[in-house]
C-alpha cells in the first residue's frame, strides 16, 4: 500500500501548468466564478492567501530545511496554504493572458546572465 500512495504522490508532482491551468478554468466555469475572476480580484486574493501562508511561520523563528521539527499536521497545512497561492497566481496569469511557464523560463534566462554563478 505505501508503493501505492508513493506512486500517486508522484504522478500528482508531474502535473503541468498548463493542467493546472485548465483545471482552475474549469473549476471556475462549473461555479459561474468566471466574472469575479478580474486580475485586481485575484490578485487580492493571492495577497490573502500569503498571508496567511506567512502566518504558518510567524513567530517560529528560523527553520531547517525540511521542516524536521514540525508536525505532519502543519506540513500538510504548509503545502495547503502554498498550493493556494500557485492557484492564484496561475488563475491570475491565464487571466492576464501570461504564459507562466514561458515568462518563468525567460526570467530564469535573464536571471542566470545577470547573476553569473562565478
Not at 514540525?70 to 500538510?76: N, Q
Request: hydrophobic share 40%; net charge negative.
Amino acid at each position: 500500500m505505501g508503493e501505492e500512495k508513493e506512486n500517486a504522490e508522484e504522478k500528482m508532482v508531474e502535473i503541468s501548468l498548463k493542467d493546472l491551468s485548465r483545471k482552475l478554468e474549469e473549476f471556475a466555469r462549473a461555479r459561474d466564478w468566471e466574472k469575479y475572476h478580474s486580475p485586481r480580484n485575484l490578485l487580492l486574493a493571492m495577497v490573502g492567501e500569503v498571508g496567511e501562508l506567512s502566518e504558518i511561520f510567524q513567530w517560529r523563528g528560523e527553520v531547517d530545511k525540511g521542516l524536521p521539527n514540525w508536525e505532519e499536521s502543519d506540513k500538510e497545512h504548509l503545502g495547503e496554504e502554498l498550493s493556494d497561492v500557485l492557484l492564484y497566481l496561475i488563475r491570475l496569469s491565464d487571466i492576464c493572458g501570461i504564459d507562466l511557464g514561458v515568462a518563468a523560463t525567460k526570467k530564469l534566462v535573464k536571471n542566470a546572465i545577470k547573476y553569473p554563478a562565478n
